[in-house]
């Protein structure tokens, strides 16, 4: 009951916070700049074989979920600092706290409203993308259902991870050392790629370590072969290795475990940090 | 466990709390009982605001017990009929006033049907507000609003802290109002409040922090009991003052305890040539009580 209470809350601050503002806006013009970049394509290249287009489709497709991932977890890294630690630091959260209520409950309903903020995002992003590429090049993802599980995943492992900082440290820095832990663990994955490209095994497994100590690329990864064409994949066949918006296998379920398992020890992490806490 | 009946609204016993090397609240006990109004006094920084806080759960106690309403309060549901008005007091901007409260309604667990509520807000004055964003509120008016927060889910016992702080002196007439309806419902009320005067009209009792430890406490009455007699004198000789010691003089005023034959300390001054102006028995204010008692250490106090 007072968890559900608490997540009404935070979805009801979420919708009306400028925070949705902001995300609607990028992600329009997001969207709005696929939509001409897709449409440029098959003008320039019309002569583009049914095999191409798939090829120019689903990578581009990639490069425009990762932008809306990557506004999701902005936005939702933004939003859950401010949403523990603003709260304690304005004090909001004295009067709420002194209800009878238990401290887990509150973050547990937070942790909650800010997963389906979240999902919704992901969600209505994505499906306004994928009608894009379906209208403009024909082109269709083989598991989009997956892929967007994944990307709300992925948007829910970052937000777990902002929500546990904004229990210890402001509510801004908390944003700031979430997303630029995303970018590094992105970047860490590319620079594993490279390792795998080169042959390199000790560079590959930074690739590897990063993904297991920060699942969000991993899943990013996971994503991205649900919204590509397996033919493709087959096409390229084993000459090229993966490239940061070129996923070629799907997760295994013990990552899936591992990410599910890393995203609650986080979250019991935060409830334990946040019962400490003196407000 | 069942809540014992028959228990005081707020059982404090040895709190202490250190924050790194500095101890702010050092084996704090004291009790409220139902239905009473204790005035929290002190000058900044003697733990008020800690001791409510520990009271509450919000602040973690280094050692000490305490009781809500007959539960331990390691037990969330010991804040089942407590309101608080918190020092820093701030609310959702993005709710309405109305939002507010039943927001707290609900954690609070309680069904107050939608009349009541606007009902209490009507109480702090802000009836016509309901339905406006906290965030375009005054302070003033988020400390009415606070006020209403603590007292929507029909509490047993109310703690307030500091509540006139934003308020203008008609906004602090309708809280000694109110304080004082809460005491004719019964209802026991902890305020903390730097207004002497305020914590004088309404308070049943006083404690008294003093660098984080219980300085002094007790009824207005055992407080203010010396009685004290106030005097204008001129040309009082050595031999006439000898007569008043221990006195306080400030000019030609003379303060001394209240003797037990007024008349006869005056014709003793007399007949030493003194000249008596004035004589008037008076009571000390529960503010001068109060800067005695604080300070009866001022090497300890910068």
Known sequence: MTVLTIATLTLREASRRRVLRSLAVLTVL?????????????AEFGGLTSGEAKVAGSTVLNLVMFGSSLIAALGTAFLAGPSV???????IALAMMTRPIRRWQVLLG????LVAFGSGFVTVAGVAEFVIVHLTVGYWPPHPVTGLLLLAGQTAALLTLGLLFATAISPMASGIVAVGLFG????????????????NPSVAQVGVVSRMLLPTDGLWRGAMNAFQDPSLLAQIGTGVEESPFLSMAPLTPAYL?????????????????????DL | ME????????????????????????GVSFTVARGEVLGLLGPNGAGKTSVIKMMLGLVRPDAGEVMLLGRPGTDPRSREKVGYLPELFR????????????????????TVPDRERRDCLGLVGLADRATDRVGGFSKGMQQRLGLAVALVARPELVVLDEPTSALDPLGRADVRDLLLSLRQRQVAVLLNSHLIGEVERVCDRVLILDRGRVAASGTLAELLGRRTLRLRLSDVSDEASALLEPYEKAGDRYTVALPEDVPALVADLVK???????????????????????????????
Not at chain 1, 30 to 42: E, M, N, Q, V
Not at chain 2, 92 to 109: F, I, N
Not at chain 2, 276 to 296: F, M
């Open chain 1, 184 to 199: 590094a663990t992105w970047i860490a994955g590319v620079v594993g790629s490279v390792g795998e490209a080169l042959g």
């Open chain 1, 30 to 42: 997001l969207l709005a700049l696929s939509a001409w970049g897709f449409s440029r394509i098959d």
């Open chain 1, 110 to 113: 937070k942790w909650l409203g």
């Open chain 2, 272 to 302: 030493r040539g003194v000249r008596v102006h004035a004589v008037e028995p008076a009571r000390a204010t529960l503010e001068e009580r109060l800067l005695d008692i604080l300070r009866a250490h001022p090497e300890e106090h910068r």
């Open chain 2, 3 to 26: 809540a014992v009946t028959g228990s005081p609204a707020v059982w404090v016993s040895h709190l202490s709390k250190r924050y790194r090397k500095r101890v702010a609240v050092d």
């Open chain 2, 91 to 110: 609310y959702q901007p993005w709710l309405t006033a109305d939002e507010v409260l039943t927001l707290h309604v609900r954690l609070a667990g309680v």
């Open chain 1, 257 to 277: 475990t591992w990410a599910a398992i890393w995203t609650l020890l986080v979250l019991g992490l935060a409830a334990l940090g946040f019962q400490r806490r």
């Open chain 1, 85 to 91: 630690a603003g709260e304690v630091e304005s004090g």
